[in-house]
């Protein structure tokens, strides 16, 4: 195990990905591995936010990202974007704040979220953070993983309801996918997932 204290830069690391593609498995794996005691999920932050926010902002996260295109007309590639857009915003300002708190603490932290959208982030944030997405680039494997998570990370929440909206979700991945390339942010493709495991914590091996 590495000993953190004996880095000079504390492992503030940020990964996005939609659901089913390894990201609480993956950050606990890299918390063991790196011996990183805090580790937040974005969905337990969204459910931290949803009962303090204005009346218009509680609203907008009533429902949840696979349905927040009903808020911008019919179903169509661009409002499913747009509905993820608006909610990403929402709850990315407070992201940014966690890792600001973080960077200026020297405090090692892991933050995984499916609102893994760069343009959301400071570029200060970005810039002392260690971010990357890991996705599926196989549908059916993306699928199949959110169908048997509750064996591993989400023991009484069964996947199917997820796999159902798998299409709209990897709109949505297809989106901050983009956004990687567009600023130079690394991505892993989650097919073989001990593979995958082990090439993420090389990679923060040789950062940190």
Not at 47 to 68: G, H, M, N, Q, T
Request: glycine share 8%; charged share 30%.
């Amino acid at each position: 195990m590495s000993d953190i204290t004996e880095n000079k830069r504390a492992p503030i690391i940020l990964i996005g990905g939609i659901p089913g593609v390894g990201k609480s498995s993956i950050s606990g794996y890299i918390a063991r591995s790196l011996g990183i005691d805090l580790v937040l999920s974005g969905d337990y932050l969204r459910e931290f936010a949803r009962p303090i926010l204005s009346d218009e902002s509680r609203e907008l996260l009533s429902k949840s990202v696979y349905e927040a295109w009903q808020r911008f007309g019919p179903e169509n590639r661009e409002n499913i974007e747009k509905g993820f857009l608006s909610q990403g915003k929402l709850l990315n300002k407070g992201l940014n704040a966690v890792l600001r708190r973080a960077i200026g603490n020297g405090e090692p932290i892991i933050v995984e979220t499916l609102y893994f959208i760069p343009s959301q982030f400071d570029k200060d944030v970005l810039e002392n953070t260690t971010s990357f997405y890991i996705y599926i680039s196989k549908k059916e494997i993306n699928s199949q993983r959110l169908l048997e998570r509750e064996k591993y990370t989400h023991y009484n929440s069964p996947g199917k309801r997820l796999s159902d909206q798998l299409d709209r979700y990897r709109i949505m991945m297809e989106y901050s996918l983009r956004e990687c390339r567009d600023y130079g942010i690394k991505t892993f493709d989650n097919l073989v997932y001990t593979d995958t495991r082990e090439e993420i914590i090389q990679y923060l091996r040789g950062l940190y």
